[in-house]
């Protein structure tokens, strides 16, 4: 045996059948790189070799599996607007998991942002931890336990920054410049887990990008999550019909929503997740012409009555009951201020006059950009069923 380990040493070929000990860097200079961006340069920046410039694009790895693992860049922050990030886990361009930063946010609640996308359609304003960032009373924000979709930090500008991700089935760690804790716990990654290309992205400003590597480990290990315990939310609506996608202006400021204007549309039905949320782009695919569904709920009340509904979306809704409009209105980024960023949240209500029997609850959502989604909750279940889809 140990003859033949001394000849495999010499022939150079012992690295071969030993995994390394370490990820190795792929230099944006090898052929391994797809590239796909408005521009990219590559050259050697601030002290560091083979580096990458991206403009509004990516730079994805050929021919790679990556599942669980660990996948680690260095990146040169500038203090202007910039979304630098990893994808990981790409079946095809409209199909990943994100984690990205926003350099223009440092010590913000939302200096980091996890997403999901789905058929082309990133959801930033669905996957939001609304309401557990607080101000500190130092200039500054203590983020208390959530989701995991966006975090705080304090970014570091005009020098190189360490990212290290550990992808570990639903869950994904993230650390920066070699920090024994992770800024951002992400509890539950959306899409389900399966195997796929890893890259980098960069949007609106150009950014340096350094020293990727990965490694694949099956159960790498992750940092213990902070306990948290979720409120129960009676009323939640969890599962919705979705119908095929069309042009929102076909059906927008009507008073009154017959059947026979949506009857040759074809039907889904999508479970919400825990939240109540419903991320439409699950199932559906947008586009600039269609862009907008109809979502439908079926109630059956034990008599006449007038029943609350909380009820969030994103980005533009109308609200109808048994055909006749009861709301209208408008959640798109910076419809309201410069400062509005249109998350979803159980943030409107609306009276619906129910009358004994079955009624029908029919939300148009249209969508921008930034997410696509619905929730709702009843006031109480009292005297109603939900009449859920098989």
């Not at 996948?71 to 998991?97: H, K």
């Not at 315990?229 to 017959?258: H, M, N, V, Y």
């Not at 109540?276 to 862009?291: C, F, P, Q």
């Not at 006059?353 to 249209?366: A, C, D, F, Q, W």
Request: hydrophobic share 40%.
């Amino acid at each position: 045996m140990k003859t033949i380990i001394n000849y495999l040493t010499a022939w150079g070929i012992w690295a071969f059948i030993l995994p390394p000990a370490h990820a190795q860097v792929i230099p944006f200079t090898s052929g391994q790189w797809e590239i796909s961006a408005q521009g990219s340069v590559i050259d050697s920046y601030e002290g560091e070799q083979h580096c990458i410039l991206l403009q509004n694009g990516s730079a994805h790895l050929r021919d790679v599996r990556f599942l669980n693992g660990i996948i680690e860049f260095d990146v040169f922050l500038a203090d202007r607007i910039a979304f630098p990030g990893v994808q990981f886990r790409t079946t095809d361009s409209r199909n990943y998991e994100e984690i990205y930063l926003r350099p223009h946010l440092s010590g913000k609640p939302d200096a980091i942002q996890y997403t999901p996308v789905f058929n082309g359609s990133t959801g930033w304003q669905l996957y939001h931890d609304q309401g557990i960032s607080i101000p500190d009373g130092q200039n500054g924000w203590k983020v208390e336990t959530g989701n995991g979709y966006n975090a705080v930090q304090h970014w570091h500008f005009d020098r190189w920054t360490h990212v290290k991700i550990v992808v570990a089935g639903q869950r994904a760690d993230v650390y920066f410049d070699h920090a024994e804790t992770p800024t951002l716990q992400v509890r539950e990654l959306k899409r389900p887990p399966q195997a796929g290309t890893i890259g980098i992205k960069t949007a609106v400003g150009p950014v340096y990008f350094a020293n990727f590597s990965y490694q694949a480990v099956d159960q790498p290990v992750l940092a213990p999550l902070p306990a948290i315990t979720p409120e129960a939310e009676p009323g939640l609506i969890r599962r919705w019909e979705i119908s095929a996608s069309f042009p929102a202006d076909s059906l927008a400021g009507k008073g009154q929503l017959k059947p026979d204007l949506y009857k040759n549309l074809s039907w889904n039905a999508l479970d919400a997740e825990a939240s109540g949320l419903v991320n439409i782009a699950r199932i559906t695919d947008r586009d600039r012409e269609k862009n907008a569904v109809l979502v439908k709920l079926e109630l059956h009340a034990e008599r006449d009555m007038v029943k609350r509904m909380d009820f969030g979306y994103s980005d533009a809704a109308q609200v109808f009951c048994n055909g006749q409009a009861l709301y209208s209105g408008d959640n798109r980024y910076r419809s309201r201020d410069y400062r509005y960023l249109g998350t979803i949240g159980f943030f409107d209500s609306v009276y619906l006059p129910l009358r004994k029997g079955n009624n029908t609850v029919v939300i148009l959502v249209s969508e921008s950009f930034g997410g696509w989604g619905v929730q709702a909750k009843l006031e109480n279940m009292k005297d109603v069923q939900v009449v859920y889809p098989d």
